[in-house]
Every structure is written in structure tokens, then in C-alpha cells.
Nanobody, 127 residues
Framework: QVQLVESGGGLVQAGGSLRLSCAAS????????MGWFRQAPGKEREIVAA????????YYSDSVKGRFTISRDNAKNTVLLQMNSLKPEDTAVYYC????????????????????WGQGTQVTVSS
């Protein structure tokens, strides 16, 4: 059974940094897509970043490009999201998700393609 457990959320001032971690377990993810989504109050859940486990290709939404970095720690089966230069509009619950089988070239941003989700971690950025 696949499990995703996020950690690392919290309260930070605008301009600060946080690092989120997602520990994945239950199977191997050799051809998977690991993604981070976020959902602010009253808004739809949106993609933030994703990384393809087959070749470590990374993808970012325009709103976080240049500020956030997604990476993997293979040995720990963990996906990290380093968030720098945080803004109040980054405030949301952040979710880790995995598309277990994601061939090269397939969509990275479609929410419906992700098979498993974590419980979410709150990120609050104060102005």
C-alpha cells in the first residue's frame, strides 16, 4: 500500500524559506511522477512542481519558477520542495502526490493522473 507523508510546513515571514519533505513507501517508483500541489482557502488545488523519477526531469508552475526547487533523495525515497523568497500568496496546504506509472512525455500537471496523495502540510507566509 502506497503511503505519502509530508512534513516541513509552518509559519514564515515573507521573503523567508521552508523545505517540505514527502516520504514515499509501499512500492518502488522507478517510472513515476512525484508532484507537489497546493490548495489555498476557496481555491482549487493547483500543481506547484513535479519530478519524473526515470530521469529526474523537473517541472514548475509559472508562479513558483525561480523560487522553488523540487528534488529527490533516492536512498530515502523522499521528494523535497525547497521554497525560497516566499510570498503571502504561497500560503496554502501543500500536498505530495504520485502518478505511479508516468511514461516520458506524459502530462505532469493534470491532477487526475495522480494516483496517491498525502495528507497535506500547512504553509503560512505572513506579510
Amino acid at each position: 500500500q502506497v503511503q505519502l507523508v509530508e512534513s516541513g510546513g509552518g509559519l514564515v515571514q515573507a521573503g523567508g524559506s521552508l523545505r517540505l519533505s514527502c516520504a514515499a513507501s509501499g512500492r518502488t517508483f522507478s517510472r513515476s511522477l512525484m508532484g507537489w500541489f497546493r490548495q489555498a482557502p476557496g481555491k482549487e488545488r493547483e500543481i506547484v512542481a513535479a519530478i519524473r523519477t526515470s530521469d529526474d526531469s523537473t517541472y514548475y508552475s509559472d508562479s513558483v519558477k525561480g523560487r522553488f526547487t523540487i528534488s529527490r533523495d533516492n536512498a530515502k525515497n523522499t521528494v523535497l520542495l525547497q521554497m525560497n523568497s516566499l510570498k503571502p500568496e504561497d500560503t496554502a496546504v501543500y500536498y505530495c502526490a504520485v502518478d505511479v506509472y508516468s511514461p516520458a512525455g506524459s502530462s505532469w500537471s493534470r491532477r487526475d493522473l495522480y494516483d496517491y496523495w498525502g495528507q497535506g502540510t500547512q504553509v503560512t507566509v505572513s506579510s
